[in-house]
Protein backbone atom coordinates (compact mmCIF):
# COMPACT_ATOMS: atom_id res chain seq x y z
CA UNK A 1 0.00 0.00 0.00
CA UNK A 2 2.71 2.62 0.72
CA UNK A 3 6.00 2.28 -1.11
CA UNK A 4 9.18 3.53 0.43
CA UNK A 5 11.33 5.85 -1.56
CA UNK A 6 14.85 5.27 -1.52
CA UNK A 7 17.01 8.41 -2.53
CA UNK A 8 19.63 7.89 -5.07
CA UNK A 9 23.00 9.03 -5.35
CA UNK A 10 21.76 12.07 -6.37
CA UNK A 11 19.50 12.43 -2.70
CA UNK A 12 16.71 12.69 -4.80
CA UNK A 13 14.05 10.54 -4.48
CA UNK A 14 12.33 8.71 -7.67
CA UNK A 15 9.40 6.70 -7.74
CA UNK A 16 9.44 3.28 -8.68
CA UNK A 17 8.21 2.50 -12.17
CA UNK A 18 5.08 0.39 -10.42
CA UNK A 19 3.85 2.86 -8.71
CA UNK A 20 2.71 5.44 -11.33
CA UNK A 21 0.13 2.85 -12.24
CA UNK A 22 -1.70 3.46 -9.59
CA UNK A 23 -4.93 5.06 -9.30
CA UNK A 24 -5.50 7.81 -7.40
CA UNK A 25 -8.12 7.52 -4.73
CA UNK A 26 -11.31 9.39 -4.45
CA UNK A 27 -13.24 11.08 -1.52
CA UNK A 28 -16.38 10.08 -0.78
CA UNK A 29 -18.21 11.35 2.23
CA UNK A 30 -20.40 8.87 4.59
CA UNK A 31 -22.84 9.68 7.20
CA UNK A 32 -22.70 8.48 10.68
CA UNK A 33 -25.57 8.23 12.67
CA UNK A 34 -25.69 7.27 16.17
CA UNK A 35 -29.11 6.32 18.03
CA UNK A 36 -29.84 5.55 21.57
CA UNK A 37 -29.54 7.38 24.75
CA UNK A 38 -27.62 10.75 25.73
CA UNK A 39 -25.48 8.26 27.33
CA UNK A 40 -24.79 5.38 24.95
CA UNK A 41 -24.29 8.34 22.53
CA UNK A 42 -21.20 9.96 24.72
CA UNK A 43 -19.85 7.04 25.41
CA UNK A 44 -19.85 5.62 21.91
CA UNK A 45 -18.11 8.71 20.66
CA UNK A 46 -15.66 9.05 22.93
CA UNK A 47 -14.35 5.59 21.76
CA UNK A 48 -14.70 6.29 18.53
CA UNK A 49 -12.12 8.96 19.58
CA UNK A 50 -10.29 6.65 21.25
CA UNK A 51 -9.25 4.76 18.57
CA UNK A 52 -8.50 7.74 16.49
CA UNK A 53 -11.49 7.76 14.16
CA UNK A 54 -13.35 11.20 14.55
CA UNK A 55 -12.88 14.23 17.28
CA UNK A 56 -15.99 14.34 19.74
CA UNK A 57 -16.52 18.22 18.11
CA UNK A 58 -17.16 16.57 14.40
CA UNK A 59 -20.07 15.39 15.97
CA UNK A 60 -23.79 17.02 15.87
CA UNK A 61 -25.51 17.96 18.87
CA UNK A 62 -27.35 15.31 19.94
CA UNK A 63 -31.50 15.99 19.10
CA UNK A 64 -34.55 13.89 19.89
CA UNK A 65 -34.88 11.22 17.47
CA UNK A 66 -38.13 11.33 15.33
CA UNK A 67 -40.52 8.29 16.66
CA UNK A 68 -40.24 5.14 14.87
CA UNK A 69 -40.98 1.51 15.37
CA UNK A 70 -37.10 0.99 16.04
CA UNK A 71 -37.21 3.79 18.79
CA UNK A 72 -40.77 3.31 19.93
CA UNK A 73 -39.49 -0.11 21.50
CA UNK A 74 -36.57 0.92 23.79
CA UNK A 75 -38.36 0.41 26.84
CA UNK A 76 -39.41 4.02 27.56
CA UNK A 77 -36.09 5.36 27.53
CA UNK A 78 -35.98 8.27 25.20
CA UNK A 79 -33.82 7.77 21.95
CA UNK A 80 -31.85 10.53 20.80
CA UNK A 81 -29.74 10.82 17.30
CA UNK A 82 -25.86 12.20 16.80
CA UNK A 83 -24.52 12.76 13.31
CA UNK A 84 -21.04 12.75 11.73
CA UNK A 85 -20.12 13.41 8.48
CA UNK A 86 -16.63 12.05 7.36
CA UNK A 87 -15.09 11.69 3.90
CA UNK A 88 -13.12 8.71 3.37
CA UNK A 89 -10.79 8.12 0.13
CA UNK A 90 -11.85 5.47 -1.82
CA UNK A 91 -9.09 3.48 -3.60
Not at 29 to 35: D, F, N, P
Not at 56 to 83: C, F, K, L, Q, Y
Amino acid sequence: MFEYLEPDATGASHLPPSSRSIPQARPERVRHMLYGSLAAIDRTIKILHALGYADPNDWSEPIPAPPSAETRSSGGVETWMAILTKTVLIE
